[in-house]
Each structure stands twice: as structure tokens, then as C-alpha cells.
């Protein structure tokens, strides 16, 4: 159902649900087929070659291209438009990610040639996750939904593809093998492309305009568009001046490297030393997916009502340690899928509360740019943490690392919270997303990925 608004720049328009509903389906099934993947692909490494470390290399290869492409894509985002750049990464992660399979089954998948298909693969999917992060303040203004509600509907979308992944990706393992779920994983980016290219409305997603003061104090479109550096320099001295941003980027920086080496070396080494297999990683997996999609529908409907510095916090003390903590204890599967369960409901909050701020403290037409450099400096550690980890379970054991990640994990975001630019968390709220301020939010934990 449609209704006559008026949009932002005064002319009748039409509010329609169907641009937020596009970009979160797009969002959704590209989410899930990297969620199979991520159970897939380190099962195939770890039961190929025995190995951790190698295990750990590969999602290296995997994120460090990420990271990198994700960094510098920003201004291309802007320039060019999030829609072209969706529709086309997703395109080329999906024949990507169809090649792992196709060169397995023809005897020709040797180690290095699945690195650089994993590393291509990392590469394109940074633009694309951007690109589809980018849509969604527009989409909410077309469709007159409040930001921090469609940054809340944003980490739903990303929690159930967190849901249905793992149990999809642990399923298909366990029965067909991960070759299966890599096949999955192709069709997911195929069908996202096609959404993206299909279904969203003409003239949404297109380049951001770029507006300068004129000498009578109005806005007008820049005559000559600015250059790729540029735009990526006005990024990064947007990002520069914000205290609360670098502080949030170096905490999330570290819990995001915690979580890697979690997800991609831990849980599997757990999995295999404990008997349970891989099945049991999609179901943990979809136990804290089901409670973080009741978590971020909560914060979707009252986070505007709550203090965001205090369900941030509250979300991070229930969703890092006790992971870590529970899984070294030698706990039954009950007490592992329990704490598993308040884990997720807690990181269920901070993702839409992170993306709420962002929405609206960056100016639009720099959003492509900024939440670039923003995720990839919070994420510069995620290529380490499937490395560094493997390498240290082969040193001293699985038990020892995860009560080490446990503490430190607790100990980064306690301290971090001590610092007071946090205060300006929560007197971020009610301001408009479209105006620029001399602040900035962090791109530090969006859809994508999240930290948790």
C-alpha cells in the first residue's frame, strides 16, 4: 500500500514499502549463503588437510581482500551508485564461489588455487555488502520508516541469515558433504544480484549527489564531480576528528579479530576434538541466529525509548566471553546451546544500534565513503584472527586459547566502556540523517558482519 508524501526535496512522491523490503530480501540471501559458506568452507580445509593453520590461512585469504576492497570501495559506491555495485559484485562472488566446487569435482582444486579463488571471493563481497548497507537509510526515507527501525530491520535480516545459515550450511555438510554447500552458497549470490537488479525500484540506488554552499547560501550540485582521492580524503578527515568513533573502532576492531579466530578456527577444532561434527556448529550457529533475530526485533521496535550506551554494553558482556568460556569448560551440548542462546539475544542490540547512529550522523552523500573506512578499519583484524588463532591452537591446544580469548574479549569491551566520549552514544538521538554534523558514528559494525 502506497501513500502521496512528499519527499525530501518537497516534491509529491510515493512511500512505498518495497525499496526497504528489496534491500533487506538482497541483504538476506547473500547473508546466508556466506553463513553456509562459513560452515562449509573451514570443514573442507580441516578434513582435507588436518590442519588448523591452513584453515586459519584461508579465511585470511578470504578477509584481507575483504577488508582492502571494502576500504577503498567507499568512494567508488558514491560515485557510481550502491545499486550497480551490489548487483555486480554479488554477480561475481557467485561465479566465484561456483568455481570451488567445479574445480573440485574435476580433480584440479590444489590449495593455492583455492586461495585465490577465497581471496576473489573476499574481494567482491566488501563492495557488495557496502553497497547494500548504503540503500537502506534511502530506502527508509522512501518508505517513511524511522532510521533506527530500518537500522533495527537490518539486523534482523542479517541475525536470521545468522539463523538459517549455520543450520542450512551444518545440515548440507553433514549429509552431502561441503562441496554442497559452496554450491549453495553460489545460488544465494546469483538470486541476490537478480534482486537487486529486478526488484528494487527505477532510480533508487544511483549516485549520490555531491551539493557545495554557493555565495547566496544555496546548495547547488558541483559543476565538476570530485576525483576518486578526493572523496576518499574527505572520508577519512570526516572519520578523523571523532573521538567516540575512534574509540569504538579500536574496541570493535579487537572484538571482531576475537570473533574470527572464533567462527573459522575454534568452533571447528571444538567440533572435531568433542565428537559432535560439523552439525553441531550449524546448530549452535542457529540457536544464537534464532535469539539475536528476538533481540534485534526488540531493539527495532524501542531502541529510540532505550539508552543506547547501556544496552551497547549490556549486548557485549552477554555475547563475547561467556562463547568462549562455556566451550572450554568441556560443558554438555545443553549448557554450550544455553549460553549460546543469551550470547545471541545480547548481540541481537548491537548492531541496529551501531547503524542507527551512523545513519544519522553521516551526511548522505558521504555515507558510501565513510562506512567504508569505518567497517575496514573495525575489521583490519578479522584477516588475523582465523591466522593468529590457528597458529596458536597448534602451539598450545584448543582449551588454553579459548580461555585466553574469553578474557581478553571481556576485558577490551569493559575498559573501553570506561572511557566518557561514550556519553555522546546517547545524545546522537533525534538527529536528522540527511544534515552533516562534525560527528561521526562508526561503520564499525554493520550488516554485513557484525561483530558478534
Not at 148 to 157: K, S
Not at 204 to 232: C, I, L, N
Not at 268 to 286: D, N, Q, R, T
Request: overall charge neutral.
Amino acid at each position: 500500500m502506497t501513500t502521496d508524501v512528499p519527499d525530501a526535496g518537497g516534491i509529491p512522491g510515493r512511500r512505498s514499502l518495497r525499496p526497504l523490503t528489496g534491500v533487506l530480501a538482497a541483504m538476506a540471501v547473500s547473508l546466508t549463503g556466506t553463513r553456509v559458506s562459513a560452515v562449509a568452507l573451514p570443514w573442507f580445509v580441516l578434513v582435507t588437510t588436518g590442519s588448523a593453520t591452513q584453515t586459519g590461512l584461508v579465511a585470511f585469504c578470504e578477509m584481507t581482500p575483504y577488508v582492502a576492497a571494502k576500504a577503498f570501495a567507499g568512494p567508488l559506491v558514491d560515485r557510481i551508485g550502491p545499486r550497480t555495485v551490489s548487483w555486480s559484485t554479488d554477480l561475481a562472488s557467485a561465479t566465484a564461489a561456483a568455481a570451488v566446487p567445479l574445480f573440485h569435482t574435476l580433480d584440479l582444486l590444489s590449495f593455492p588455487l583455492l586461495l585465490v579463488l577465497v581471496a576473489l571471493i573476499g574481494a567482491v563481497r566488501g563492495p557488495g555488502d557496502l553497497a547494500k548497507m548504503v540503500m537502506v537509510p534511502e530506502a527508509a526515507d522512501r518508505g517513511g520508516v524511522p532510521l533506527e527501525r530500518a537500522a533495527g530491520l537490518a539486523g534482523v535480516t542479517e541475525r536470521l541469515a545468522s539463523t538459517v545459515g549455520p543450520a542450512v550450511g551444518g545440515s548440507l555438510v553433514g549429509l552431502l558433504g561441503p562441496m554442497t554447500g559452496l554450491v549453495v552458497n553460489a545460488g544465494c549470490f546469483a538470486l541476490g544480484s537478480l534482486v537487486i537488479g529486478v526488484a528494487l525500484p527505477r532510480g533508487m540506488g544511483h549516485a549520490a549527489d555531491e551539493t557545495v554552499s554557493g555565495t547566496d547560501g544555496t546548495d547547488r550540485k558541483e559543476q565538476t564531480e570530485p576525483g576518486y582521492w578526493r572523496r576518499f580524503g574527505e572520508g577519512f578527515a570526516f572519520l578523523r576528528g571523532e573521538l567516540l568513533l575512534l574509540t569504538v573502532i579500536v574496541m570493535v576492531g579487537i572484538t571482531n579479530l576475537l570473533d574470527a579466530g572464533f567462527n573459522t578456527v575454534l568452533m571447528p577444532v571444538w567440533a572435531k576434538e568433542s565428537g559432535h561434527g560439523p552439525a553441531a556448529i550449524g546448530l549452535m550457529g542457529s540457536v544464537m541466529g534464532a535469539t539475536a533475530v528476538a533481540g534485534s526485533l526488540i531493539a527495532a521496535v524501542a531502541a529510540h525509548r532505550l539508552r543506547r550506551r547501556v544496552v551497547f554494553f549490556t549486548g557485549f558482556l552477554l555475547a563475547g566471553a561467556p562463547r568462549f568460556l562455556v566451550l572450554a569448560s568441556g560443558a554438555p551440548m545443553g549448557v554450550v546451546l544455553a549460553v549460546f542462546a543469551v550470547s545471541g539475544f545480547g548481540s541481537g542490540f548491537l548492531n541496529p544500534v551501531l547503524g542507527a547512529v551512523l545513519f544519522e550522523r553521516v551526511p548522505r552523500h558521504m555515507l558510501g565513503r565513510v562506512n567504508a573506512l569505518g567497517d575496514s578499519l573495525a575489521w583490519a583484524g578479522i584477516p588475523l584472527g582465523g591466522l593468529i588463532t590457528g597458529a596458536a591452537v597448534a602451539a598450545v591446544g584448543l582449551s588454553p586459547v579459548l580461555l585466553a580469548g574469553g578474557a581478553a574479549y571481556f576485558l577490551t569491551t569493559n575498559l573501553a566502556g570506561l572511557r566518557p566520549e561514550w556519553r555522546e552514544m546517547d545524545r546522537a538521538r533525534g538527529r536528522d540523517s540527511s544534515t552533516p554534523v562534525p560527528e561521526k558514528e562508526v561503520g564499525a559494525t554493520s550488516a554485513h558482519h557484525p561483530t558478534t
